[in-house]
């Protein structure tokens, strides 16, 4: 057992409700949008100003289940600016 594997976090995924811009008539909708957090990062996915409460659920349990695939593999990781400066650009 000297290998150690790599711990994987257990990523959620939340609904939240979003206000859109008013119409120009004044009335003001509601858009349904999927949030996580990943390498650090929000990321948001957008489900549409029509898309009801069960379907946003149902997106959620299917992006939390693609999220958190064991047979997920992740080819690049993503890196700030700053990181990679000082990894390949301090000398």
């Given at each position: 057992m000297s290998e150690q594997l790599p711990i994987r976090k257990y990523i959620t995924v939340w609904i939240k409700n979003r206000k859109n811009p008013p119409r120009k008539d004044g009335s003001v909708t509601v858009s349904r949008t999927l949030e996580r957090v990943e390498?650090?990062?929000?990321?948001?996915?957008?489900?549409?100003?029509?898309?009801t409460l069960a379907y946003a659920r149902e997106a959620k349990k299917q992006k939390e289940a693609e999220l958190n695939d064991p047979e997920?593999?992740?080819?690049l990781v993503p890196i700030s600016w700053e990181a990679f400066a000082k990894k390949y650009l301090d000398t």
């Amino acid at each position: 057992m000297s290998e150690q594997l790599p711990i994987r976090k257990y990523i959620t995924v939340w609904i939240k409700n979003r206000k859109n811009p008013p119409r120009k008539d004044g009335s003001v909708t509601v858009s349904r949008t999927l949030e996580r957090v990943e390498f650090g990062e929000r990321r948001f996915m957008s489900l549409g100003k029509n898309a009801t409460l069960a379907y946003a659920r149902e997106a959620k349990k299917q992006k939390e289940a693609e999220l958190n695939d064991p047979e997920r593999r992740e080819s690049l990781v993503p890196i700030s600016w700053e990181a990679f400066a000082k990894k390949y650009l301090d000398t």
